[in-house]
């Protein structure tokens, strides 16, 4: 894979959907908005995302005050999102171990961040990325779908596919993967039916060919 084709693909993406983040909890850039608000998002469209995220934090804006929140309280805050219930549990025990354990900041080690519950290796980069900016690659199903699709690699699972990435990605392009591919894969590359005559990259994809 030439590197020209990896670039020009990632030029076009960043001139049709731009550099800034949609989501609202990674445009804070705050590391503990950024971890709940990836949770939340879990199963769940951004808008609702957003709306749960921004109701939260209006009332209880630190680990402390999380941890010390009534659950039924979080509950009611996040009801829009998908499994309310299991993600209020999870994020008030989050923020007690981080209150607790951490002084109330958020770890920046990724080995640190997974042992958290329920935190996974993307939510665990997606804080490093956008909480700590930080020059990692969160792999989601947009980005190993599309990844895939594009013909850059070959791989079946999202941490096979973020060390591939890796390896033909330069540095300066890394922290800017996750957000193009996810926009595009949200917007035209859609896992059923893709939009492919309207893609600004389907001339540079093997799936179109």
Known sequence: MKNEKIVTTLNRLRQRYGTKPWNW?????????????????????????????????????TPDELANAPLKEIEKLIRNVNYHKTKAKRIREIA????????GKV???????????GVGRKTANCVLLYGFGKPVLPVDTHVHRIANRLGW?????????????????TPDWIPFV??????????LCKPNRPYCDRCPIADLCQFNH
């Open 25 to 61: 909890h990674t445009r804070q850039k705050k590391p503990f908005h950024v971890l709940v608000g990836t949770i939340l998002s879990q199963r769940t469209r951004d808008p609702q995302t957003d709306a749960a995220a921004q109701n939260l934090f209006e009332r209880f804006a």
């Open 107 to 117: 770890p920046q080690d990724i080995k640190l961040l997974m042992s958290l519950p």
């Open 96 to 103: 007690k171990i981080i209150a607790e354990r951490f002084n």
């Open 153 to 169: 690699i070959k791989t079946k699972t999202p941490e096979e596919t973020e060390q591939a990435l890796k390896k033909i990605i």
């Open 178 to 187: 996750n957000d193009l591919f996810v926009k595009h894969g949200q917007t």
